[in-house]
């Protein structure tokens, strides 16, 4: 799969001087800086790539996607920066967060920037039709809507352990799924395709976006340390409902793993054992399954578009969600 | 004047309305409440009306103008609700503030989703052409990046007594004229005016924005404790560049008014002693005269308008700006 962290490499050059020459108008120096700041902390640029992407293999132009492309990476910094404030986040991309570096109140601030900057990019892309514009702006602020719903569910989980699946599916969909969906939606748009190809992108987004948090929740279990960066099991250390917690409390009937998710400091013992209950109900498996579930028919959804090699990379993406190991 | 409050008042049934129905939609309810809560505070919806009325005195319909005028409105409460969290000012519209009710954390997405919701709402509108709401957008979404840089500025000031005129003038352009100024051209836009009424309008909105920050510098010193709802000269105790206070810096020789600003706790006396002193160096007056030109110029852009009872509104909104008294 090193081959599609290459050919996002190929994308990100245009996305970083588009979004450099769009911020480079802020004043003052401390707002730019701050705004600035994590654009350059070296992001996957998955989402505008998936734009480009989404743009050719409708049979557009790269370029015509460009912008929102931009725009997108932008909002997604802009949550990145307000929800590591709320989270209390200090650490985003190995460097410190910008409320660490400038404060909450500027930090608050250039999140608020990059969104209003987002925007006027969007509206301002060239070489497409205003109704194009319109449309793709009106997929993306659809987009910032659930975002911040999908947070606020989030935080409303906290001190919670009687989450739903549908709940939790809603939330993820919201936080993380919605922007991926309007990616690729956005990238239809711009690359003039019609309504049903226009709805199918997003749907392929939609579904590429689940896999990606679910697989999220499965490797905090699955991988090693030395790989994910983190301890595992930290989720369940912190009691979070994720997935594999929620299908796990619903499987098992003793109050074991409850006690554990409930508990405020948990050896790794502790943490063991409840990954062993959550593997003996099937829950891990239930979650791996439900996200390549989600990768196949996200795979499937792409045999509307004619054969192409961006065709192939999107397919390709669908896949490295499952395949990465970080 | 208790004709253009009167005005103001047979607009805003319709935008609370159109505001009303746009957030209805919000989940989960701790969002949607919050989101909502300063909408429904008793505004006085000066901006919104003023894209309805511009609408209308350039030959449009208000209908026409009504999204964009509830969409800056949300923009409005969108910047009061983040900056209340950033100057940690506990009450709004004689409520406790949004942060205070429900936390800095529901605060910040609170604004975020009034924000979303500003551009999604704009970007809807009906019975104008994709052009129009383009426009109009990109005119919104200016006035936002404006309105984070001024917030930005006014941070900087603090701690400083050298500020300049023109730095003081950008600064209240970007925070408060920007928004004033993008609700008339919105108005002008969606009103179907051509390019140089638009620019007209702006401008005319550019010029009552300044002379209403000016005003609000002017009363702090000239108002009375019981009409303000807050001391006299407080601006002065609490060390505020104002424009009041940039001007009496730069006319008077000794360094008495430098170090009363500069003091942490003055007694109502030497408060008194510094209104003395701009008083008489002229400072008062100078901004007095500073709005009241601005006014004067924004009545006269009006003249491009053929006469209407909507242009006289215009015209009587300038002069209102002037006579508040609180």
């Known amino acids: 799969m090193s081959d599609v962290k290459e050919v996002l490499g190929t994308y990100s050059g245009d996305i970083t001087k588009t979004i450099e020459d769009e911020l480079s108008t802020i004043t003052p120096d401390n707002l730019a800086e701050a705004s600035v ?179 999220d929740d499965y490797l905090d279990l699955a991988s090693d340390e030395e790989t994910l960066g983190k301890p595992i099991g930290s989720d369940i250390g912190k009691g979070k409902m994720t997935i594999i917690a929620i299908k796990g409390l619903a499987s098992v009937e003793d109050d074991r793993l409850l006690e554990i998710l409930k508990a405020e400091n948990n050896s790794q013992d502790e943490i063991d054992e409840a990954i062993e209950i959550l593997t003996n109900c099937g829950a891990i498996e239930y979650a791996r399954n439900l996200a390549l579930e989600s990768v196949d028919k996200a795979k499937q959804v792409l045999e509307i578009l004619d054969d192409s090699s961006s065709k192939q990379v999107l397919s390709d993406i669908a896949d490295f969600v499952l395949e990465r190991s970080a």
Chains 1, 2 share one sequence.
Not at 164 to 184: C, H, N, Q, R, S
Request: proline share 1%.
């Open 37 to 215: 700041y994590l654009t350059r902390a070296g992001g996957k640029m998955l989402r505008p790539a998936l734009t480009l992407i989404t743009a050719e293999a409708v049979g557009g132009k790269r370029e015509s996607a460009l912008k929102a492309g931009a725009a997108i990476e932008l909002i997604h910094t802009f949550s990145l920066i307000h929800d590591d404030i709320m989270d209390q986040d200090d650490m985003r991309r190995g460097m410190p967060s910008v409320h660490k570096v400038w404060g909450d109140d500027v930090a608050i601030l250039a999140g608020d920037t990059l969104f209003s900057k987002a925007f006027e990019i969007i509206i301002g892309s060239e070489g497409t039709s205003s109704d194009q514009n319109n449309k793709a702006l009106a997929t993306v602020a659809d987009a910032c809507v659930k975002i911040c719903e999908g947070q606020a569910l989030d935080m409303g989980f906290e001190e919670r352990f009687d989450v739903t699946e549908d709940e939790y599916m809603e939330m993820i969909f919201k936080k993380t799924g919605a922007l991926i969906a309007a990616a690729t939606k956005a990238g239809a748009i711009m690359g003039g395709a019609d309504d049903e190809v226009i709805d199918a992108m997003y749907e392929y987004g939609r579904l590429i976006g689940l896999a990606f948090q679910i697989q």
